[in-house]
């Protein structure tokens, strides 16, 4: 039978010196190529599952922001009205919300900046002066403070009839949908990931345990009760899986470091981008961290499970 | 020969009218009833294919009676939980036919191997494993693995494995059957010399001039599908 340790100079081998804890039992005869592809399955669906937990993660957390932001922002719109002057709407509109508690700061867009907006609709040829082009006015709102948008609109709206207020309360609510749909389905994906780990697991126990069968019944005739039997494999297939959950999710781990480094190399590596790329980084860090661990738990009961059942046929 | 009447205070192992049958056809062992005393020394023997393997696996419980009863060490074993099977195990040395030595383990780990799963800390059985392997002669050979092993030196190492837990009871089946005569001869004295410190001995074999070595050991006899005693049962 063949040496089960890996070359010193393989991955594996240099995993094995990392994690001496993990050390492969010398009782059960394994199959170094069988193990390898076992450590290299366990290491793709690691990497997958990390990559999805933190693409959601990343998604959760820019449609937050962006939740943030547009509450933070709400728009009034003044339409042009025969009879009636723009401009004086919009000084009076103007005013009434300078006047408002709860609101930061205001910005009329000048008709330049609105025709800008309708630019992909309207072309830039169009003549705007022909055109009704609404006026727009930006509002901060203080978080701190929000005032009553309700009756700000109420407010303007009897003041000034051409205007009305827009809070994005259907594009924030769309916007926090889809991020759910989002999360809900990388849960999904993480879950059949995980499933099919375990599976993995399941049938590479049983193989072993296959093959090692008249290893076994030696063990039993000699004293080894089924605890002890079980322990040796369900450590070694643990050892597998923590094995591929380390090199998997270390490398999506590198691989998503890595792609936020790129996007930021543009922009100079300025430090208050690096300590902001640490503190993301950390979640992440935790996330993939959890994936290994995940898959590390399931591997364990994965064949625990397995070495059981089996271990009382074989018996 | 006479039909086997057995005894019944302080056996280590007592068989009530067994008989065994492998799937739906006649029985391979009918009415077998014998018993085996402590520090007793006994030969199993027959001809090719009259169960002395069979007998001998029903004894390490590798094989359940299709009637009668079979008790260890005074425990009914029908009525044995995993664990009670585990701990009447422990307490039988089995030397198999062919060998069953682990391939990738060393001599010393394989004979090393029931301190082992007992669960025992390797400090505290290393000197004596060593000192079983000097005995049987394996001494210089305790890093070699088993495909390198010669036919003897396996045998041999078979025979430490199942001695090295001190058992109350060994079961050898063909434990010569590999070796030469003189081989064999050392073996055997290895068998006597374990008989003499307090362990019960049962060999299967059907090499004649091998039982005429000891004398005074009882034979037990297969025949006909049935376990006779011969005349010179002590």
């Not at chain 1, 006026?135 to 978080?143: C, E, H, S």
């Not at chain 1, 009305?164 to 990931?193: E, M, N, P």
Request: with cysteine; proline share 4%.
């Amino acid at each position: 039978m063949s040496d089960m340790r890996a070359p010193r100079n393989s991955v594996f081998g240099k995993l094995d010196r990392l994690m001496p804890i993990f050390k492969r039992d010398p009782l059960v005869a394994a199959d170094p190529v069988t193990d390898r592809a076992l450590v290299a399955v366990i290491a793709i669906l690691t990497f997958l599952a990390a990559l999805t937990a933190c693409a959601a993660q990343f998604t959760t957390m820019t449609a937050m922001r962006w939740q943030v932001m547009m509450a933070s922002e709400v728009t009034v719109q003044l339409k042009p009205q025969a009879g009636r002057s723009i401009d004086a709407d919009i000084t009076r509109a103007s005013d009434i919300l300078r006047g408002t508690s709860g609101i930061s700061s205001i910005k009329v867009l000048r008709r330049e900046e609105s025709a800008k907006l309708l630019e992909p609709w309207l072309g830039s040829a169009a003549s705007i002066e022909s055109l009704p082009i609404p006026r727009l006015i930006t509002v901060q709102i203080d978080a701190r403070q929000p005032p009553d948008l309700a009756m700000v609109g109420k407010t303007l709206t009897d003041a000034v009839p051409s205007a009305s207020l827009d809070d994005h309360r259907t594009w924030t609510k769309r916007l926090g949908h889809l991020s759910d749909l989002f999360l809900t389905a990388s849960f999904g994906a993480l879950i059949l990931v995980v499933v099919t780990t375990g599976l993995t697991i399941v049938f590479a126990t049983r193989g072993a345990m296959a093959g090692n069968r008249e290893i076994i019944e030696v063990l039993h005739f000699i004293g080894a009760d089924d605890r002890y039997i079980a322990g040796q494999f369900q450590s070694h297939f643990a050892a597998l899986g923590v094995r591929g959950g380390v090199l998997g999710g270390g490398v999506a781990l590198l691989l998503v470091l890595g792609l936020k480094l790129f996007i930021m190399i543009p922009d100079g590596l300025q430090s208050s981008a690096i300590s902001e790329m640490l503190f993301l980084d950390w979640q992440i860090i935790m996330l993939t961290l959890g994936v290994i661990v995940l898959v590390s738990i399931v591997t364990g009961l994965a064949s625990r499970l397995t070495v059981y059942r089996t271990i009382g046929r074989l018996a | 020969m006479q039909a086997f009447a057995y005894r019944s205070v302080g056996e280590l192992v007592r068989f009530e009218n067994v008989g065994l049958r492998y799937g739906v056809g006649a029985e391979t062992l009918t009415d077998v009833s014998f018993s085996i005393e402590p520090q007793s020394f006994q030969f199993l023997t027959g001809a090719s294919g009259t169960g002395k393997t069979t007998l001998l696996r029903l004894i390490m419980q590798a094989l359940k009676p299709t009637r009668g009863t079979v008790v260890l060490f005074g425990q009914d074993t029908s009525l044995l939980e995993k664990d009670g099977l585990t701990a009447l195990r422990r307490r039988m040395g089995i030397v198999f036919q062919d060998f069953r030595l682990l391939d990738h383990l060393t001599t010393y780990e394989n004979v090393a191997l029931p301190l082992k799963v007992q669960g025992r800390d390797e400090l505290s059985y290393r000197a004596e494993v060593m000192e079983l392997l000097s005995w049987v002669g394996l001494g210089d050979l305790i890093h070699a693995k088993p495909p390198v092993l010669s036919g003897g030196e396996k045998q041999r190492a078979s025979i430490a494995r199942a001695l090295v837990a001190q058992p109350e009871l060994l079961l050898a089946d063909e434990p010569t059957g590999n070796v030469d005569p003189s081989l064999a001869r050392r073996l055997l004295r290895l068998f006597v010399e374990m008989n003499r410190s307090g362990t019960a001995i049962l060999i299967a074999t059907h090499d004649l001039g091998l039982m005429d070595q000891i004398d005074g050991a009882r034979r037990l006899v297969l025949a006909d599908r049935r376990l006779y005693s011969e005349a010179n049962d002590v």
